[in-house]
């Protein structure tokens, strides 16, 4: 049997001290930081956003700020463009793997960041095709000094809750087909169901055709979920000190 691993991650655990005076120190040595893009052009991000960025990510190692089940790198391309990966547990969606991207605006925080799934994933919320999670309910209006990125990240994780479903509003949506779950709870079970298997398929898992974003990334950018044969599986396992768990079974779709 096949057992998939993915690397590098960074979930929420309680933080040491973390040293702001000298990133702060360094980061000021210039006006602006240019960013690459993974392409032949450069943006130039402004100080105060590369700041925001930097700190909010450190912020996750608090146990508070990172959901559980949910694990988030920024680019090696861009600090503008994080990938993550949510595993959900319960609920319509339960043994969903589902990977997104995090892509922040050139004036982070004044303007909210974007979130994409590069998971096909039906559900009232995010557009079809494209994988847009639409903000608006959580954070209308985008609030800079009240909204972070853990808030962005929870929003992401509750979408997928029961409760949430059952308020979405139909000027909400950006896939009116999901919406009418309503009409047929069975129905909209059996499609998310099918989400949840698709996600944990061979190809959505392994093989890397995802295309670059306009920040930049490439294939090998991020979360990267990789094929083991059992031997190798445990011997990680071993070296990292990692309990065994139940693991998902990867379908053959």
């Not at 929420?12 to 052009?41: F, I």
């Not at 209308?140 to 509750?158: A, Q, S």
């Not at 309503?182 to 989400?195: K, P, W």
Request: glycine share 6%; charged share 25%.
């Amino acid at each position: 049997m096949l057992a998939g691993v993915f690397a590098p991650a960074h979930q929420g655990r309680e933080s040491p001290s973390q040293p702001n005076d000298v990133r702060t120190e360094r980061l000021a040595s210039a006006p602006s930081v240019v960013l690459g893009t993974g392409g032949s052009t450069k943006r130039e991000t402004s100080l105060n956003t590369m700041l925001a960025i930097t700190e909010e990510y450190a912020a996750l190692r608090q146990t508070s700020h990172c959901p559980t089940g949910m694990y988030v790198v920024p680019s090696a391309d861009s600090l503008l463009l994080w990938t993550g990966v949510l595993f959900v547990h319960k609920g319509y969606y339960a043994s969903s793997i589902l990977q997104f991207r995090i892509e922040f605006p050139q004036r982070y925080p004044e303007l909210p960041p974007t979130v994409h799934f590069t998971t096909d994933v039906f559900h009232p919320l995010v557009l079809p095709k494209y994988g847009t999670l639409t903000l608006a309910p959580r954070f209308t209006p985008w609030k800079p000094e009240d909204h972070h990125i853990f808030d962005v990240l929870y929003w992401i994780k509750y979408v997928f809750k029961k409760k949430t479903l059952d308020n979405v509003g139909e000027d909400e949506c950006l896939n009116i087909d999901a919406f009418r779950y309503r009409e047929s709870i069975s129905s909209f079970a059996g499609l998310a169901a099918q989400t949840s298997k698709l996600s944990r398929s061979q190809s959505a898992l392994f093989e890397r055709d995802q295309p670059q974003t306009l920040l930049g990334g490439t294939h090998d950018d991020g979360i990267i979920f990789r094929q083991l044969d059992d031997t190798t599986l445990n011997r990680m396992r071993q070296q990292l000190k990692v309990q065994k768990r139940e693991e998902v079974k990867v379908d053959d779709y």
